[in-house]
């Protein structure tokens, strides 16, 4: 049974999703979800995602949200499926799955909302809140050019969740004016373009809205 994912494809928290299905090589249902509407308040979203929020999934009688819960699950309960997405050494694994969440989400989606996000809802994009969060970016990428320096991937030598949690937000950000960001660092670049050739993230990219 397919498993099914609550959302849209124009959201980087399900493509986040789909990105870890992919990998795995799971068959999966996009059901949409028209947030204009206001489906995700409706009574009977709520009762998959009390937050009315999306990603939801559904893997038969586990139903789950919050992206980050979501590609976790998928990688330990799939763990013999696709890629293994955890490694066995944990330290720097755990640390950048985290720094993900904290340091880096927060910049870049903030960059993404203002130059991709805002122009799509008829909204104007705010050029001084847009570079307060590139400066924000800016100095976290040093700390990655850095740690990419001396590692390949983030948790080491091998691809992990920890770098395809990024993924989504990366390929937003590198479609707006501050993409020089990650162009003009020399080892965060090389590692994006490793990420970005593999199969499973070319499936997913040619998959979402132009």
């Known amino acids: 049974m397919a498993i099914k994912v609550y959302g849209v494809a124009l959201s980087s928290n399900v493509v986040r999703v789909i990105a870890a299905l992919n990998e795995k090589g799971l068959e999966y249902e996009l059901v949409p979800v028209d947030l204009a509407a206001g489906a995700h308040k409706k009574p009977e979203f709520l009762a998959l995602n009390p937050f009315g929020q999306i990603p939801t999934i559904q893997d038969g009688d586990d139903t789950l949200f919050e992206s980050r819960a979501i590609t976790r699950y998928i990688a330990t309960k799939y763990k013999e499926s696709g890629t293994n997405l955890i490694p066995s050494s944990l330290a720097k694994f755990e640390t950048w799955l985290q720094v993900e969440s904290s340091q880096f989400y927060s910049p870049t ?21 847009a570079e307060k969060k590139a400066e924000q970016l800016s100095a976290v990428l040093d700390v990655y050019e850095a740690h990419l320096a001396k590692n390949k991937y983030l948790a080491g030598d091998e691809f992990t969740l920890a770098d ?47």
């Open 109 to 129: 989606s903030g960059i993404a909302f203002e130059f991709v996000v805002k122009p799509m809802i008829g909204m104007t994009t705010d050029p001084s809140n």
């Open 164 to 210: 395809l949690n990024h993924m989504p937000e990366i390929f937003l950000l590198l479609k707006t004016p501050k993409a020089d960001l990650v162009n003009s660092r020399p080892h965060v670049k090389a590692w994006w373009e490793n990420i970005s050739a593999r199969p499973a993230w070319k499936k997913t990219a040619a998959s979402l809205p132009a």
